[in-house]
């Protein structure tokens, strides 16, 4: 017969930590990021999303904080902190603008992370000073005919003395108009299929050119543009990691940016949230507040409880990642599950505050405007649904 009492002491129930189990720095790090995003960002949303633009000030902000290269060691002037730090970043962010925390998003988990798991020291020693100190990077992979298809790459690599020349199209690259560092995914040959993939380290003097900044429904403040290359020459000592292992990096670094992504979703449903509850206890109808009716309560109840479940997927995959576990699973279930509270809590926020929630005076419809991208970007819901169900498969179809 099994007995528990055979692993009493062997069981240390103070080592057992809740996934919402911050340390020290972590918590102090999440104070000074809310009172970075009331603050400072809060008085220029309105402004940049009208404006379609990053107002200068916040980026200078960001990185004077020293959050645009959280994981990044301190001898590159990074801040040397955790992952999770990197998650509560972008969640606080987001609860206020959720297009100053894609910026943060993409150049901490995308670029950075690329630099460090995958570049030279020389080449972690050029550039991680700059993405460190006053350099946005932008991560080039997807192209007009290349979406959730990611490597059907049409961007090709010739080789030529000395490097390689670049020649062709990307599409939705987020930082774009304000990057001075791109990592170009191109293809050496296309009939290699994935095994010609190749990632380029580029200077935007090079020759990077911005051919177009979209227009958006969301996260207007935040580029995304379409990148243009003629012939563009890059040193051999600008590839990233081994010629044709560009779709390695790729996946490998995407994984974690879902969980970035994940941060961002739940975020804005928080802020969405916050922005709109406080008014219906406000606003009274037959004699009492709105926010007192049973419906609106149960609403509430409803939205919340969502919050927090995407919130606990989101932790858990940030936390096996850290500790070198298998998380591409996870990943995909928090953003998935993410991106479909967001958009609900934010749908329902407009509703909650009425008429006023429809303004753009208020700012709770921009959070239903931003809240869109997240079933999009980075892995599209049907991509993440299409990554769980390999997981159910090759767990079940064998019993």
């Known amino acids: 017969m099994f007995k528990l009492n055979k692993f009493k002491n062997t069981l240390n129930l103070r080592n057992l930590r809740n996934i919402y189990t911050l340390s020290s720095d972590e918590l102090l790090l999440k104070d000074s990021i809310t009172k970075l995003a009331n603050n400072d960002v809060r008085p220029l949303v309105r402004h940049m999303d009208e404006a379609e633009q990053m107002d200068k000030s916040i980026i200078n902000k960001l990185f004077n904080n020293g ?71 932008s991560f080039c992979l997807s192209e007009p005919a290349s979406g959730s298809d990611a490597f059907a790459l049409q961007t090709k690599a010739t080789k030529v003395d000395g490097g390689y020349k670049l020649n062709g199209t990307k599409m939705w690259i987020t930082n774009a108009a304000e990057a001075e560092i791109f990592l170009i995914f191109a293809t050496i040959d296309p009939s290699l299929g994935y095994k010609g993939i190749t990632c380029f380290i580029v200077d935007k003097e090079q020759g990077v050119e911005i051919a177009k900044k979209e227009q958006k429904l969301g996260i207007r403040a935040s580029s995304t ?8 020459f890059v040193r051999d000592d600008q590839v990233m990691g081994e010629i044709g292992k560009g779709y390695k990096i790729a996946i490998d670094i995407l ?44 609403s509430f109840a409803e939205a919340y409880t969502q919050i927090e479940a995407a919130k606990l997927l989101t932790y858990s995959a940030a936390r096996l990642k850290e500790q070198g576990e298998s998380f591409t699973k996870e990943a995909a279930m928090a953003k998935y599950y993410s991106s479909k509270v967001a958009q609900a809590v934010s749908g ?38 299409n990554t769980i169900a390999k997981f159910i498969q090759k767990e079940y179809s064998d019993v």
């Open 67 to 137: 959050l645009m290269a959280i994981e990044v060691d301190s001898k590159y002037g990074g801040s040397d902190c955790s992952f999770m730090s990197v998650i509560l970043t972008i969640e606080e962010l987001a609860k206020v603008d959720p297009s100053v925390s894609v910026m943060c998003d993409v150049q901490n988990t995308l670029v950075c992370t690329v630099f460090n798991k995958y570049a030279t020291e020389s080449q972690k020693s050029h550039y991680l000073p700059q993405l460190s100190t006053d350099k946005i990077g």
């Open 225 to 232: 543009c379409v990148l243009n290359f003629d012939d563009l």
């Open 255 to 298: 994984n974690e940016g879902r969980i970035g992504i994940a941060a961002q979703m739940i975020g804005l449903a928080q802020g969405a949230f916050s922005a709109s509850v406080p008014y219906t206890y406000q606003r009274k109808q037959f004699g009492k507040p709105v926010g007192e009716f049973q419906g609106m309560q149960f």
């Open 348 to 385: 329902s926020a407009i509703e909650w505050a009425g008429g006023v929630g429809f303004t753009r005076e208020t700012g709770i419809e921009k959070y239903w405007r931003d809240s869109k991208i997240g079933a999009i970007y980075e892995g599209t819901s049907n991509i993440q649904l």
